[in-house]
């Protein structure tokens, strides 16, 4: 780290020189010109200005059929999204076929933020149309949270009840929280590769790293949210204690589920361990489910349960070296 001295000129304005070999290397001289913003933590961010338009525009081209097999274009698609880049044209090496077109833009249509902007016989062109500094990471998280405490606590009421559940409910919320996931991931990676707009999120790279851990493990969680809807399908004729039991794990799930939400975002140590627990509370009741009716189809539906309880601590674990680096 170098430190240098603010000089006074003219009696109200404050000048700090700029190393000399980053401005060589920037490609910048006298007269250029650069932004100044202010980052989340009270630091002053200084970068050059790019002549014409400020954003450069990150386009890739995808070849289909795919060189890494027939119907790994979709694949490709997303991978591209999650890259960052802008704006997606697939090209046929001959006219894509109604089926290839149709396994494209489903792959598309997952894509939060993209549009198809231009289509003929051989290529696809889709572009990117959200501002990424205003959309914020954390509110993406949220709704992630609530789609899956939703998917969850469904499943709990009505595998109590005896009540039938429809799982396309389920799956179809999967795919929105599937959607917002990809969205995330793409963001945090932008907000790594660029430091402007890690200011703009007011993360740090820390906070990136753990952003990107907690949303897959919040994702995991909606995928065994819909993994349990099915488990309850397969269970038999259970008994009022059974009922009873899972009846009485809604309301605590749901708080577990809620606090590992609000301690991460919040980064609060103090709702992190009632995180903890919460889930040694779920793990007694969850046993005595267990010895209540030991058939595999309940043995399955618990286990899918303990799987989730897992992502919620993943969640709250996270906090702890967040608060000890407050506390510094």
């Not at 003219?10 to 190393?19: D, E, N, Q, R, W």
């Not at 289909?64 to 704006?87: H, Q, V, W």
């Not at 945090?188 to 993360?203: C, N, P, Y």
Request: charged share 30%; hydrophobic share 40%.
């Amino acid at each position: 780290m170098e430190i240098r001295r603010l000089q006074e000129m003219g009696g109200a304005t404050l000048m700090v020189s700029i190393p000399k070999a980053w401005a060589r290397n920037s490609s910048l001289k006298k007269g250029s010109p650069v932004s100044l913003e202010e980052s989340s933590d009270g630091g002053l961010l200084l970068y050059p200005v790019k002549s014409g338009d400020e954003k450069t525009e990150r386009e890739i081209e995808i070849t289909n059929p795919s060189r890494f097999g027939k119907e790994r274009t979709p694949s490709e698609i997303t991978a591209a999204y999650l890259f960052g880049y802008d704006l997606i044209r697939v090209r046929g090496q001959q006219r894509i076929s109604a089926e290839d077109r149709q396994r494209i833009t489903t792959a598309l249509k997952r894509l939060i933020g993209f549009e198809i902007v231009e289509e003929d016989e051989r290529s696809i062109t889709s572009q990117f149309l959200v501002d990424n500094t205003v959309v914020e990471p954390s509110k993406i998280f949220r709704r992630m949270s609530s789609l899956v405490r939703a998917m969850i606590s469904d499943t709990l009421r009505n595998a109590s009840s005896g009540e039938t559940l429809k799982l396309s409910s389920i799956a179809q919320r999967d795919d929105e929280v599937d959607r917002l996931h990809f969205l995330l991931v793409r963001l945090i990676r932008t907000a790594v590769r660029d430091l402007r707009v890690s200011s703009k999120f007011g993360l740090t790279a820390i906070d990136c790293l753990d952003f990107r851990v907690a949303t897959s493990s919040l994702e995991a969680a909606g995928d065994y949210a819909v993994e349990l809807s099915t488990a309850s399908f397969d269970l038999e004729e259970i008994n009022q204690q059974s009922r009873e039991l899972i009846s009485g794990i809604v309301t605590p799930f749901d708080d577990v589920h809620d606090r590992a939400t609000r301690s991460f975002l919040e980064k609060d140590f103090g709702i992190a361990e009632k995180v903890f627990q919460g889930c040694a509370s779920l793990e007694k009741i969850l046993g005595d489910l267990k010895s209540n009716d030991s058939s595999p189809s309940m043995l399955h539906f618990v286990e899918t349960l303990e799987r989730i309880a897992q992502c919620e601590l993943d969640i709250a674990d996270l906090v702890s070296p967040m608060s000890i680096a407050q506390m510094r």
